[in-house]
Every structure is written in structure tokens, then in C-alpha cells.
């Protein structure tokens, strides 16, 4: 049994390799929500890039929500693709090629010019992104000792919040460099995707010192005496257990991946036309708004992931006192609440704080994912696994960004006004928060895994 009823902190039994092996994945990781942000910050100063002057809103946000589907369509297949790599040739040396994939065509994105070609270098970005969490939880799961592995777990995705509120600063930076006249309005979004490219630099430290779990070598040897496949979604579908884990943890993860993509970080969207609204019946225009802006959108990311932050953390204590099962269903309920009345009520500066608690439970829910998956499935299977579930959900929710808009012009059918337009999209958000309580009917069948060791085909 998992000792998780012991009251010391988890990182009392890490060696100094263990923390190098927790550090070099929640980094990947980190840097991995990095580029996922700067991506969503700086995707509505790309679009009115790369389209002509005077294009209407509403087909920038069809537009954008395009982008963003062709972003999470590479990010599925490379989850699938690197989850299986992952188990076949080893986690470290795989989680080095996908931050290499990401970083690399995070900083060509910048010199797309067209939306087509941007949307291609978004493909294929996704593809990196995507094998990264997967991998990184696999490898903490397996390095580290047994008592530590769900605090770490958690600790490794809330640190994602990290990178999440660093995307925001940058946000908030190149704000002010446009209120200065140092930098282009318009050049902004080039510019915070060089930055994202900065992480490639960590591929040096993987490739050199980091190595495979002794656990899964153990395991990659006994299975190769054994016949044994590993990384295989012949096994992972076939055999009924594994198979059982792997679809109800896909529709655990389609509810919180398409809630959070296809809705929550459409929230810069709507937080920035109301707040240029606002700055506009103050009178403020010119280079002052265009400045005002992007560092609003940038505060409510960083106040958004601030939330997410401590919702992940007390959504770990909460898995390791309740169970995984209990923990899940308050995150669901509490992010369809949040969600629905964030795009419902926010009509100003003043309503700011909504976006931490929206972040609090949206976030929390990802938490549970990175403690979760890896306890569904077998060494030779886990990055497979973890990766199946957290991925192919994003099939589905790369339609989200792109149902929203559809939706958002449905709504707006007959409005003319900006005011009826925004509150289509309103509209749109709201009916689509809804589907985070379909996580409820996959927590409601699968098993608690609270106390219990990590699974192997024997057990």
C-alpha cells in the first residue's frame, strides 16, 4: 500500500536526483504552459496581423478559434505519437525531442504570413506540446518513491501555473513597451513567440543528465525475455482492464480538456472588449488604449492562473485526504459553476477576481489528471495510457474553439451592434460550460486508487 497516510511532506525521501528528475519535468512542463499562454495571449494580435485592415471582429474570433483548433488537433497526435515513443525507447530521451518539436516551431509561428501558415506552424507546434505531459508525469511517477509520487504529481501541474502567470507578465511587458512607442502594437504577438522559444535551451540539461527510471528499464528488459509490448495501444485497447482505464479516463479528460480550451482561455477575449469598452467611456484612445489593453488581458491571466495555482495544490491535498473520486466531482461542479457565471457577470475592472475563482476549479480539475492517469495503468503502458486519456480528448476539443464561434455567429445572427455581438459570445460560453459535468459520469465508474500502488499486469 502506498503510504499516503503519513504526515511527513512528500519531498522528505527525495534524494538530490530525485529533485534534479522532479525539477527537469516540471520545468518541460512549465515551459510547455508557457507557450500554451503566449499562444492564447497573443493570438488576437495575430490574427488582426494576418487578416486585412477592418476585418470584423467576430470572423477574427472564427478565425483565432481556427487556430486554436488546428493548435490542439497536432497537440493530440503528438500526445499519442510521443506517449507511445515514450514507453518504447524511454521517457527522458523522448521528453528532449518534444521540447526541442515545441520550442522550435513556437519562435517560426512568429514569421508566419498568412493564417494559413500560421495555423500550420501552430499543427505542428501542438505536436511537441502535446507529448510532454504524458511523458513528464510518467517519468516522475517512475523515478521518484512511491509515498512521494502524488504530491509531486500535483506540485509538477501546479507549477504550470508558473508559466502560465510568466505569460502574462510578458503580456503586461510588451504593453507597456507599446505605451512607450518602443515596439508596434502589431509586431507584439512576434515577439512574445520568441520568447517561447527560449525553452529549447532545456533540452541540453535532458539529454545530458537526465536518465531513464530504473523502474521501467527493470521492466523494458523483463519484457523483452517476455515477449512483452510495450508503448502498444494494441495492448492498451485489447486487454479489457487496460482498455476499461483507458476509455472512462478519456471521457475524464475530454470533460475538463474541452471545458478549459474550448471555453476557460477564451477569456481573454471577452475580458478585453469589455475592458476597451469601458477604457473608451473614459475617454481614452489612441496608443493609451492599444497599450491599456493587452496589459489588462495580461493581469487577468496572471489573477486567472494565481487561482489555478492554488486550486491545483488544494485539489492535491484533497485527492490525498478524500480520495482522487471526491476531489474530482467538487472540481467538476465547481467549474461549470465558475465558468458560466465568469461569461454571465463579468462586465468590468471591478469583477477581475471572478477570473481567479473560474481558475481555481478549471485548473484544479488538471491537477487530478497528472495524479490520476499514471495510477490507471501498467509500466509498459503508462506514458501510452496517460497519454491516450489526456490526448484524444483534445480531438474532440480542438471543435470547441471552433463550435464556440460557430455558435457565437449563430447567436449573432441579426446583430449589428459590438455590444449584441459580445453578448452572443457570452451566450455561446455559457451554453458550452456544461460540459464539464460530463466528467461526473466518468468519475462515477471508475475505481479510487487512493492508498493503492501503481499497477502492473500481475496485480
Known sequence: MAQESNHQPWYKDLTGYHWF????????????????????????NAMKALHPEGTPQDVLNHAGGLATMWFMIGWATGG????????????????????????LFTGLSSFAKTPLQFDMFRLITGLGVGGVFGLAVALVADSLP???????????????????????LISIY?????????????????????????????????QFRLKEPE???????????????????????????????????????????VGLWGVGFFSPELVGSVIEASLKAEGISGKALAAAKPEWIGINGIIQNTGAFLGMLTFTVLA????????????????FATTFCFFRFFNGREDIWMSAVMGFFQLGVFAGFAIYLPELFPTRLRSTG?????????????????????LQKHLAVGATSPEAKLMAFREAACWLSGVFLIGLIAVSLLHETKGQPLPEDTK
Not at 510521443?82 to 515545441?102: E, Q
Not at 483534445?394 to 463550435?403: L, Q
Request: glycine share 12%.
Open 21 to 44: 528528475v522532479f525539477i527537469v519535468a516540471s520545468l518541460a512542463w512549465l515551459f510547455d504552459c508557457l507557450d500554451q499562454q503566449l499562444f492564447i495571449l497573443a493570438r488576437a
Open 80 to 103: 499519442l505519437v510521443f506517449g507511445s515513443i515514450g514507453d518504447r525507447i524511454g521517457r527522458a530521451r523522448t521528453l528532449a525531442i518534444t521540447v526541442l518539436i515545441y520550442s
Open 146 to 168: 512511491e509515498r512521494s509520487r502524488t504530491g509531486a504529481l500535483g506540485t509538477l501541474q501546479a507549477l504550470s501555473a508558473v508559466g502560465n502567470v510568466t505569460a502574462g
Open 174 to 206: 510588451f504593453g507597456r513597451q507599446v505605451a512607450s512607442g518602443a515596439v508596434q502594437a502589431s509586431d507584439t504577438w512576434k515577439y512574445m513567440f520568441w520568447v517561447g522559444a527560449l525553452p529549447a535551451f532545456l533540452c541540453v540539461f535532458i
Open 215 to 257: 523502474k521501467w528499464v527493470k521492466a523494458r528488459e523483463e519484457g523483452r525475455a517476455a515477449g512483452v509490448k510495450f508503448g502498444s495501444y494494441g495492448s492498451l485497447l485489447g486487454e479489457p482492464r487496460w482498455r476499461k482505464h483507458a476509455l472512462l479516463g478519456t471521457l475524464l479528460c475530454i470533460a475538463g480538456v
Open 320 to 335: 490525498q485526504k478524500w480520495g482522487r473520486k471526491r476531489a474530482f466531482v467538487v472540481a467538476f461542479i465547481g467549474a
Open 386 to 406: 496517460t497519454s491516450f486519456c489526456y490526448n484524444v480528448g483534445r480531438f474532440i476539443a480542438a471543435s470547441g474553439p471552433f463550435t464556440l464561434g460557430a
